[in-house]
C-alpha cells in the first residue's frame, strides 16, 4: 500500500458537514398519522440525522477505508462526497469550490472525476439496457468519442473489468452477482475518474467471489492512479487494504488513522471495541447496547451510552476532532494530544 504520509491533497474534501433525513416529508399522510399515534409523536419530527460536523480532506492515490456499523452514516458520507446528496449546512469542496455551487460545466467535470459503485450492482443497472449500452450511456452524456471509438471503448472497459467479450450484449439479468459487479465498475470506469467510492462492494457477494473483486478494485487502483474510498463494516478487510481508515458512528467521526499507526496510536474507545469484537477477544471491550437513534442522539458524545471510559462531560459535551499528529486525529474527552495537555 502507499505510505500516506507521502501522499498530496486530493481536490475533494468536507468542511464541517451535516445532514438530516426528513422522513416525514416522504411518507404518506396516513403513515405518518398511524406513527404519530404509535409513537404519540410526529414521525420523524426531528429528521434523521445521519451525518454530523465531518471534516475529512482525501488524499491523491490513497485507499481510505470509511468504517462504522449498520447505521453509522458511511454510506451517506460516501453519497456526500459524489454530490448524490448535498449537506444542509458544511460545504463539500472540489478544488475549492463548493460542488453545490458548480456551475454545469464544473460539475459535469465533478461527475467525471468523481465516481462511486454501490453494495447493490442490480439495482444501479438499467434492466433494459445491454452490458454495451450500460458502459457506453456515460460516454455519450458527456459527448466521448465517435461511434467506432466508442465501440471500442466499451470492449476495452469490459476486458480490463475480466468480463468476456460477448458480455457486450447481455444484460444485467444475465450476469452473476460477481460479473454485475465488474460491469458498475466498467460503467463507473469509463470516464476515467480520478476518485472511485466503493460502497459496500463486496458484501452482497458471495464469500468465494468477494477476493475477486477485492483484488480487481486493488489492481484498477494502482493500474489507474485512483484514489479509492472504500466504505465497510468489515474492519479486518480494511486494515489489510486501506491506507487510512476513518471510523464513524453516530453519524460522527470518532477516528482518522494511518494504517501505521494501527495498535500505536491511543485508539477512541470506540474503535477499541470493534478491534476487540472483531478479533474475538478482550471481554473488557466487547461493545454492549445498541447504537445511538439517529433521530434522537444522546447529548454529548454519541457513544457514552456504551462507552466504558465516559465520565460526566461526556454526556453533554460533544468532543471534538483533536489532531494529535499527521497520521492520527480521535474525537474522544479521555484522549488528549500531548500539546493540548500541556495547555491545560
Ligand atoms: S468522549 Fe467519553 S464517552 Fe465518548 S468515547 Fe471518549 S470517554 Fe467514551
Known amino acids: 500500500m502507499t505510505s500516506p504520509t507521502s501522499l498530496t491533497a486530493s481536490p475533494l474534501s468536507l468542511e464541517q458537514v451535516n445532514l ?86 464544473s460539475r459535469k467535470n465533478f461527475r467525471r472525476r468523481v ?32 461511434n467506432t471509438e466508442r465501440h471500442q471503448r466499451v470492449a476495452a472497459l469490459l476486458k ?25 465498475l466498467a460503467r463507473a470506469l ?31 487502483r494502482t493500474r489507474r492512479a485512483l484514489t479509492l474510498v472504500f466504505i465497510s463494516h468489515d474492519l479486518p478487510l480494511v486494515r489489510i487494504i486501506a491506507d487510512r481508515l476513518a471510523i464513524m458512528y453516530g453519524g460522527r467521526l470518532m477516528e482518522v488513522v494511518d494504517k501505521s499507526l494501527l495498535g500505536k496510536a491511543p485508539h477512541h474507545p470506540y474503535v477499541l471495541s470493534l478491534w476487540a469484537s472483531a478479533s474475538g477477544g478482550g471481554n473488557n471491550f466487547i461493545l454492549k447496547g445498541e447504537p445511538p437513534d439517529p433521530a434522537s442522539p ?23 476532532m483533536t489532531n494529535f499528529n499527521p497520521g492520527f486525529a480521535c474525537a474522544c474527552h479521555r484522549r488528549r494530544s500531548p500539546t493540548e495537555a500541556s495547555n491545560r
Not at 416529508?25 to 403513515?31: I, K, P, Q, V, Y
Not at 453519497?79 to 454545469?104: K, Q
Not at 460477448?166 to 460491469?183: K, T
Request: hydrophobic residues 40%; glycine residues 10%.
Open 298 to 320: 444522546p447529548p454529548g458524545c454519541p457513544f457514552a451510552p456504551r462507552c466504558r471510559e465516559a465520565i460526566d462531560i461526556c454526556h453533554v459535551e460533544i468532543p471534538l
Open 20 to 105: 438530516t433525513f426528513h422522513p416525514r416529508r416522504s411518507l404518506s399522510l396516513e403513515l405518518s398519522t398511524w406513527l404519530k399515534r404509535l409513537s404519540g409523536r410526529p414521525a420523524g419530527s426531528h429528521g434523521i440525522q445521519a451525518v454530523r460536523g465531518v471534516n475529512l480532506a482525501l488524499k491523491t492515490g490513497e485507499i481510505l477505508a470509511i468504517v462504522g456499523e449498520s447505521g453509522s452514516g458511511k454510506t451517506t458520507l460516501g453519497r456526500l462526497m459524489t454530490g448524490l446528496y448535498h449537506p444542509d449546512s458544511g460545504r463539500v469542496l472540489w478544488a475549492g469550490r463548493e460542488v453545490a455551487g458548480l456551475n454545469n460545466k
Open 160 to 184: 480490463e473489468v475480466g468480463l468476456p467479450t460477448e458480455a457486450a450484449g447481455r444484460f444485467s439479468h444475465e450476469f452473476s452477482g460477481g460479473q454485475r459487479q465488474r460491469l458498475s
Open 115 to 146: 465516481q462511486i459503485i454501490f453494495q447493490d450492482p442490480g439495482s444501479s443497472l438499467n434492466p433494459r439496457f445491454t452490458a454495451k449500452a450500460v458502459v457506453e450511456e456515460a460516454l455519450i452524456i458527456h459527448n466521448l468519442g465517435s
Open 190 to 220: 469509463a470516464l476515467d475518474p480520478e476518485i472511485l467510492i466503493a460502497d459496500e462492494p463486496v458484501s452482497a457477494l458471495d464469500v468465494s467471489i468477494q477476493a475477486q473483486i477485492i483484488n480487481l478494485l486493488l489492481n484498477l
